[in-house]
């Protein structure tokens, strides 16, 4: 082999050992990484474990130590000792193990224990718990107010006593027993009554959070001794009128009751009123136990003042007595001089001939409601006179008012009224429709139309007219009103118009509020029931194939009905006799028709449907919540979301709608609801990038890194560089040398 090829392979093996290195040193496997990752993490988390546990400080920070007790600050621990300082500690005397320590005796609390010594190493802070525990801390019950009058008698004490250390925790009971010729009146905490249980006892729940409980008893001299209220103390029996069991005890006492001013006093089936400012007593007997008062005012007045056997109480609507003895109650009322923020409105319908519309109902004859206004508002009455009547009399406060257009309006209500009205029949000379008023020919359709306008009064001739016609004149005669239509066939009769004429009574109006004997029977049976209610004066016999139509004033548009029924009375029943619709002018499609005085048309009242309405944040919906829509009507509703943002999507019933998309403001219209519905929306801000898929506006994803698995190869590629140069500069070097050898 050459020198030169010597040098050549030479320099080639030192560029290959350099790439290996390079390539080593520089590539980052994801396995590396991640090892080195756990293990960084694994040491953090040993660190941070160590750096957590607590320490002998930690753990005995919160618990109480004998320098914290005020009783113990003036006692000298044994390192402010410096005579003990060379004594040894129980602690660390071998022998004393097996010895009580200081704390565990009682006598000894006034010693300095083990954990009082700060040279000591040990852990005290198991060793000493009682402080901990509420059982071993106690409170101070103390008695107050006629003590010279009554013992008490604490749990656990063998004699009466004024003061008593109560465990924390504890419920402590005690009993208070009047001494000879004294009752006991009142035994209270913080103002606040207690009642004793049926043995006598009284209790209460001792708690660390308060340092002193006081206990006031005031008594007062009695009537009668009480066998029960005995110095001893002996409480064994639990019943003293079980001692003379040849006498029935009696287990009632009489209450009192006073009441001044307006107002009432109720309990149980008794209920004791007064009028007025006067005061007015009665005295009742009742049984012993809890007794519950009700305190009403009268309407204008206000409780001014309760009192109890004398004593002054909270000002309560409910009073709740444990009544054991003879009891005085006294109510005090005054005038609530506080303005009213309603007004009573009596509104009053005096007479029959009509109705009054006042508030939601109307008020139909020998009727009257009252209607609560806001002070300062206004309350518009409106007058119905039936057919053949008119207003007599429109009094506010008893003052005759006059009508605009049937309409009265109280404005800046400030007090309470009375609003009544009458009626009287309409005395105007009655001039029903004839025959020669009307030309009889048919027209194309074979229709003879006799339109008697508002006349409601049809004279006899016109059916003496109608029973003359033939089938040549034409197929049926229209005999109409402003409410109704007969359409009688040609060469038929009509009967039994025995007098001069026919009346038509409309009793009922557009809304079906003014009832009369037959309407009010019509609603007992059917109280739902929409309807208008025809009345004829005769009961006409019309021949076979008549038809009915019927104008339903607002009922159909008002009430959303999709169909109608014809309903005659035969007897004390309503029989239904023909069925149709309602047409868009107004008028029902014809109906047959059945010999009847009366005539019932009943609505049909369409059956409705919700539309639920939800939506996100940022946006609304509107109208929002769930909205009631009448079979076959439209229903829309707007979508608009708020500045900023855009419409993300729009769901009906769970489908995205077309459209909604990137919208700030999106109309959607239900032409004919036939089920309920739900719309909900969503909202995205209006700055985001992103397209609509499926009729949903999707936001555009973020970056994705085209390294996936997160390995890099950037090592790789610096070393297949170096490689590449490494062995073009060899080969440069070999020519190099090569030709310089060789020339």
Partial sequence: MTRNVKVFLSLLFVFCMLSVFATVALAEPEESTVSDESLTTEESSVEQTSSETPSADDVTSDEPTPSDDPASSDEPTPSDDPASSDEPTPSDDPASSDEPTPSDDPASSDEPTPSDDPTSSEDTSSEDTSSEDPASQTRKVRAAGDLGSVLVYFTGATSPMTEFDAPIGQELTFRVVAQDGYQVDSVELWNVPLFPDEEGYYSLEIMAEVSTYVINITASVADEPNPSDDPSGDTSSGDTSSEDSSEEPDNTAELTVSIKGAGSVSFGTENFSNAGSSTNAKTFRVEMGNLTLSIAPAYGYKLSSLRVNGETRVLVETLSLVFDENTSVDVVFVPDTVEPTTYQILVSCATAGGYISAGDDPITSGNAKTISVAAGGKLVITVYPAEGYEVDAFRVGGVAQNLVDGKYTLENIAANTNVTVSFKAVTTQIVPAEATDYDWKADENGLIVIDLGSNTYIGKSIFDKINTLTVADG?????????????????????????????????????????????????????????????????????????????????????????????????????????????????????????????????????????????????????????????????????????????????????????????????????????????????????????????????????????????????????????????????????????????
């Fill in 475 to 743: 197929k049926y005669v229209a005999l109409q009103t402003t409410y109704i239509k007969w359409f009688i066939p040609c060469g038929g009769q009509v009967g039994d118009v025995d007098g001069v004429y026919m009346h038509i009574s409309v009793a009922l109006g557009a809304n079906g509020s003014y009832y009369n004997t037959i309407e009010g029977a019509i609603h007992q049976s059917n109280p739902d029931t929409i309807f208008q209610y025809y009345e004829l004066s005769e009961t006409p016999t019309f021949p076979e194939g008549t038809l009915a139509s019927f104008h339903l004033a607002d009922l159909a548009t008002t009430y959303g009905g999709n169909g109608v029924d014809l309903l005659i009375k035969e007897g004390n029943s309503l029989v239904l006799k023909g069925e149709g619709s309602s047409g868009t002018d107004g008028w029902t499609s014809r109906m047959v028709y059945g010999t009847s005085r009366y005539l019932v048309v009943r609505v049909n009242i369409a059956p409705e449907y919700t539309i639920t309405v939800s939506s996100g944040v940022n946006g609304t919906i509107s109208p929002a919540g769930s909205n009631s829509v009448t079979l076959g009507s439209p229903a829309s509703f707007t979508v608009e979301a708020s500045a900023g943002y855009m419409i993300s999507v729009v769901y009906v019933d769970g489908v995205a709608i077309a459209g909604a998309p990137t919208q700030s403001t999106f109309v959607y219209t239900f032409d004919n609801v036939t089920t309920n519905h739900t719309v909900t929306a969503e909202f995205i801000a209006s700055n985001t990038e992103g397209r609509v898929v499926d009729n949903k506006f999707v936001p555009a994803e973020p970056t994705v890194s085209e390294e996936p698995d997160g390995t890099s190869y950037t090592g790789l590629i610096v070393a297949l560089i170096i490689i590449f140069v490494a062995i073009v500069g060899a080969a440069v070097l070999f020519v190099v040398k090569w030709r310089q050898e060789k020339f």
